[in-house]
């Protein structure tokens, strides 16, 4: 790894404000034409990342997995899925991100493995109380014969969050955790014999020579000693993040967890990095994860589940400021993933879409795509103005709009069929990338096929168009990324700005930063002189949602 330091000074590692760029492997570009995106495809997409100037790429799972939840239940955790190539050409992708200076960040899912994986697949076979069995959460049901589930708790995609199976001899047996779907088990992890597989696994990647890890659910692998019945409100958001004290997010014990991995990482040079998906109540408990000897970085959700409203964007901007600093932590920014509503549509949504719900044919409440997209555009040009680090989310870099018209035969997402379509779940933020105007597929590959339908108005959101058009979104990030490396604004402190109440404003040394969240335009210094704007302005004149950077002399 040439251009990349072995070991930065304490405080000015890397992952503390670089700019992450998601890929969704399956989607981003498939160098095969079965029409799911592969490493391959990656590898030459690579110059267009750089040329964007982000500074590390996280991949999605693309381990050996039967794809019953796009990669999150995988069954071999040191290979590579057909599907998505060889761990030869995983090899490939890594040394070419690294000659041109990208670091790669690898999605680890350590909550659960997929029912196909070889020690499910025994514990199926083995006896009630068998070490095969204690990997897993196995527990006898309850009732006259065991008909009942254990406990009342609902799994993430909808329905009961435990299957029963059937014993060797035939008879019904025991049943299974899984918060997710039932082809997702989860692991018990007071397992020793758990976490010494998995401090195995990180060093399998870390000796191929991954920066770091995304590491999936982070904050379910522990549940409450005695698995005890929890009704959450109607309104709960499914991943957590909203109630406190839930049986299975956020319990204490995870900490060990992340406190046993972060000595594994700090054996590696090249500073590696763990990042939690972690959806938590309040920013002050999602700090926790990132205390100096747990992970380095977590999702700062709280941040992503803001409305576009200009006081509470300032409230969570001041308060994740103020939890990840007291932990010396940077926050980790983020608008847009794959489990989401991508931010182009959900900023200007008129109704809550909690995590996970997502929007279709039939969803009452349509955003506007031009209001979208311009709030999008400032509430980017926002958070790369932040000191910390910040996850960008593939395609977001062309102002994509979610896929809202999907038909329902074509939807591949685990909630779509566990709440029998009252839930349209993630399809609409995981649909391949436009890459060209013309030309099968919008160039995702060369044979037009694709596992979920493009819209056809993508054509205006294709790389090439927005390539050559200085007013286009891309044009726009590419600006950003620039100026902000220029600027340093990874780093640093921020200072608050008063431009009246529907305006988030501060300074970043002598750049003042200023997005408009009102109904009004807000008027800048008459000498203001433009850095980068998210759409066009109107004289000294910031029309509504639209946002600044700027150098005054007053
Ligand atoms: C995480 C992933 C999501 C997946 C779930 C189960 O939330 O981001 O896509 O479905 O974990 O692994």
Same mark, same amino acid.
């Given at each position: ?59 999605? /799972? ?83 014969? #065991? ?80 698995? @005890?019945?929890?009704?959450? /409100? ?152 932040? /000191? ?39 399809? #609409? ?10 030309? @099968? ?114």
């Amino acid at each position: 790894m040439p251009q990349l330091e072995q070991f930065a000074a304490p405080g000015s590692e890397w992952w503390r404000s670089a700019v992450i760029y998601q890929i969704y492997p399956r989607s981003f570009a498939d160098a095969s034409g079965d029409g799911i995106g592969d490493l391959p495809g990656i590898t030459a997409r690579l110059d267009s990342l750089a040329d964007l100037g982000v500074d590390a790429i996280w991949l999605s /799972p693309f381990m050996t997995s039967p794809q019953r939840d796009a990669g999150y239940d995988v069954a071999d955790y040191r290979d590579v899925d057909p599907l998505f190539g060889t761990l030869a050409d995983f090899d490939t992708m890594l040394t070419e991100a690294h000659a041109r200076g990208i670091r790669v960040v690898i999605d680890l899912v350590p909550n659960h493995s997929s029912a196909q994986h070889a020690w499910f697949q025994a514990a199926l076979k083995a006896a009630p109380g068998s070490p095969e069995r204690a990997r897993y959460i196995f527990r006898d049901g309850k009732g006259e014969n #065991g008909e009942l589930p254990p406990n009342n708790w609902e799994s993430v995609f909808g329905g009961g969050m435990w299957e029963r199976v059937t014993e060797a001899d035939g008879t019904p047996g025991q049943w299974y955790l899984h918060i997710f779907d039932p082809t997702q088990p989860d692991f018990d992890w007071t397992n020793e014999e758990v976490r010494e597989e998995f401090r195995s696994i990180l060093r399998f990647w870390l000796d191929r020579g991954v920066d770091g890890f995304r590491v999936d659910v982070a904050h379910g692998m522990i549940k409450a000693e005695g698995l @005890p019945d929890y009704t959450p /409100p109607a309104d709960a958001d499914s991943m957590g993040g909203e109630e406190a004290n839930v049986p299975y997010w956020g319990q204490e014990a995870v900490h060990d967890i992340y406190r046993d991995w972060h000595r594994v990482l700090a054996e590696y040079d090249g500073d590696r990095a763990l990042c939690g998906e972690a959806w938590l109540p309040t920013l002050k408990k999602t700090a926790l994860w990132v205390r100096p000897d747990e992970m380095h970085q977590t999702f700062n959700f709280p941040y992503l589940k803001t409305a576009w409203d200009a006081e509470e964007l300032r409230d969570v901007i001041r308060d994740s400021l103020d939890a990840f600093g007291a932990v010396g932590a940077p926050s980790t920014w983020v608008l847009s993933n794959h489990d989401v509503v991508r931010h182009a549509s959900r900023l200007a949504l008129t109704a809550d879409n909690p995590q996970g719900e997502g929007i279709g044919p039939l969803t009452p409440y349509k955003p506007d795509t031009a209001t979208g997209l311009a709030r999008a555009r400032a509430a980017t040009t926002v958070m790369l103005a932040l /000191p910390g680090s910040a996850y960008l989310y593939q395609g977001e870099e062309l102002g994509l709009p979610e896929a809202m018209e999907i038909p329902d035969a074509f939807r591949q997402d685990p909630t779509w069929f566990r709440t029998n379509g009252e839930r349209y779940g993630r399809d #609409g933020c995981r649909v391949p990338l436009p890459w060209t105007a013309d030309g @099968p597929s919008f160039g995702f590959n060369d044979s037009g096929a694709s596992w979920l339908p493009q819209p056809a108005h993508w054509a205006a959101y294709a790389r090439d168009v927005e390539a050559a058009d200085p007013d286009s979104t891309l044009s726009l990030y590419r600006r950003l990324l620039t100026a902000r490396r220029e600027h340093g604004f990874g780093s640093g402190s921020l200072i608050w700005e008063d431009a009246g109440a529907d305006a988030v404003a501060f300074r970043r040394g002598d750049v003042h930063v200023v997005a408009n969240l009102g109904r009004e335009p807000i008027t800048l210094p008459a000498d203001a002189s433009v850095i980068v704007a998210s759409g066009p302005l109107d004289g000294s004149s910031l029309p509504v949602d639209t946002a600044v950077w700027y150098t005054a002399r007053e």
